[in-house]
């Protein structure tokens, strides 16, 4: 599978379904929906059609997921660099110890399994989004800070089916 899909609900701009093949799945995004403009703290999922780069995953939490995308264990340092006025804003870093930023490691399952969408990185535009992942939801399906999250048995029924050079199209409803 080289595409993904996903549109919002047409009752809840927080919500929408992820299109996997001829699989549809409920998915959260963004508080305020999937936007054009993305700016960073938003909440807005990006309307974009998005390469998936590399896979994350908890080692100390699941076996390693089968899957063509590149594939890493998350390590307990690694972090995400959501400081627009920082150089390494928008990538992975080693998080020294008291840094604040978004950390791979969450006490709860969020980030478990992470793919991690090309948003905003090729080049990297200080202050226009950082962070935009595909994870595993919240209880109820509520809202991300941008990102797409679905069940965890979506990732085991679509990753190892995704071919290594992946998109996934976000768009307006009828789009």
């Excluded at 703290?41 to 309307?47: F, L």
């Amino acid at each position: 599978m080289t595409r993904l899909q996903v549109v919002p609900s047409v009752h809840d701009r927080s919500k929408g379904f992820l299109r996997a093949g001829q699989a549809l799945f409920p998915c959260a995004l963004g508080r305020g929906g999937i936007i054009t403009a993305k700016r960073e703290g938003d909440g807005g999922t990006p309307r974009a059609t998005l390469p998936l780069r590399r896979l994350f995953y908890r080692g100390d939490r699941l076996q390693r997921p089968r899957s063509l995308l590149p594939i890493r264990r998350i390590a307990l340092r690694d972090a995400w660099c959501d400081d627009a006025a920082d150089r390494r804003y928008n990538r992975l870093i080693d998080r020294p110890p008291g840094v604040a930023e978004e950390r791979l490691t969450r006490e709860d399952p969020l980030y478990d399994i992470i793919v991690e969408l090309g948003w905003n990185d090729a080049p990297v535009i200080r202050g226009r989004g950082s962070a935009i992942f595909w994870h595993l939801a919240r209880p109820g399906f509520t809202p991300t800070a941008g990102c797409v999250a679905v069940d965890r048995h979506v990732f085991a029924k679509v990753l190892p089916r995704l071919a290594r050079r992946c998109a996934i199209r976000i768009a307006d409803a009828g789009r």
